[in-house]
């Protein structure tokens, strides 16, 4: 790879950067693309990019990869904006956190240039933003789904994989359906969770008392609560149908739980804590470095 | 205070005797009592406890506090244990996680003693267990709560509050109902949420599919979910009510979510993640501590 053209150059799209240019010995030109002047101008002075451009047709002119990193409600602008001057050797891919709708963007926007996009989605750096916080081991042992469809390039599939993999990331390919019905439970699912308890106590008449006996297990369980609530926002309505069925699914638990608790149910409980933490356990032990 | 007698010389007893061995000039004689033999000599060859004793009516003599740090289920059981011996000059007091029903053991156990007895609840701790895992620093700048009745001597209210100040903690005062109210929301459902999550994931067919492309948002929400299933059960049936209570209100809170998805309320959405955010932040921010 030659050139490599970021659309946001923030955390994800900056941490690509420096792992490239760390894996690489003949690491890619790498352009950086994006509103924000003063981010990319930080972007180019801490070695993140080589070049700024706002003239897009300039800027993906002999591309091998444009990755779009922005905010996912920027992508079909972006997609459009690259549409007419965008040549058949240059892969398109994307790093949202939901897929099914990117991919109906890029089917839409680029038409029958769509074989050449791939969807991606890497598995990390939920917690800080901006390029600053850019770091070329954030994909290091990572997982990063990418989720091709059927007519999509194979060779463009491999130039994104490649890519990955340079970054130190895992690669799975799935369909963007399974991506979006697997990220609903065990990422969409939890942060909806959370936003939803601390909303519940905040709304109370004594949410400062309560707030002030809170202590470590609601700190952990509350964390992701703290995420961005327009990405938030972004991700529950792109992927709306999984997020309910995930709801839907999660109130009949609680109500199991309830019925558990009403009947004093002690077996029942435990029988379900058990299962639970066993399974919890097993999954941090498998899985100490995330 | 020169003599103290701890039931259960686990995590939390023992970093009580390892706290006031630090903290005092003349720190008292510690007396350990409990069932596994094992760990009371571990505790004694680490310096935590100056002496074993499994004669009880030797062991609370002269004893200035009785401190039962054993799991919950076993209060009952010393409460009736130590009643023929208890001195009208010992206090008693305890560290389980749910009051109302302590409460109601010591009243119904000790009887006329009862307001000898003072309900407490130090805030730590959670994560580990066992004397080995003892610090003299666990209760550092953490709260305890205690639960006094109208009834209950205040020289053993004063007594107490001074044990737990020794250890560095800030100590509060209020019903057991309060204390049970607050924790059912702050703690106890925060744990139920995450046992539920978990269960929820592991239940399914794919379920290791699922588990496999979990990451650090996962991992924080379910670190709760690996807690101990004995003593989950127990608490959740002894704070049964305002727990119940506790997840009708969630479950109101997540039906309200489900309609802003269900309607595309973007800004609805947007406004309530905004609130979480925003309230799950500023927590964090004055409670850096914790």
Known sequence: ???LVIFGVGLIGGSVALALKKANHAAPHIVGVGRGSASLQTALELGVIDQISNNIAEAIQNADIILI????AQTPDILRAIKPYLSKHTVVTDAGSTKSDVLD????????????????HP??????SGVSAA???????KNVVLTPTASTQQQAIDRVEELWKSCGATVSLMSAPSHDSIFAAVSHLPHLLAFALVNDIASRPNADQLFSFAASGFRDFTRIAGSNPEMWRDISLANKNALLSEL?????????LKNLLENEDSEGLQALFERASFARNAWAKSNQKK
Request: proline content about 4%.
């Open 105 to 120: 963007y890029a089917n839409e926007i680029l038409g029958d240039l769509s074989p050449q996009f791939v969807g991606g």
């Open 1 to 3: 790879m030659k050139k």
């Open 248 to 256: 839907n699914a999660y109130q009949a638990e609680i109500g199991n």
């Open 123 to 128: 598995i990390a750096g939920a917690e800080k």
């Open 69 to 72: 990193a922005t905010p996912v």
């Open 135 to 141: 770091s070329n081991e954030l994909f290091l042992h």
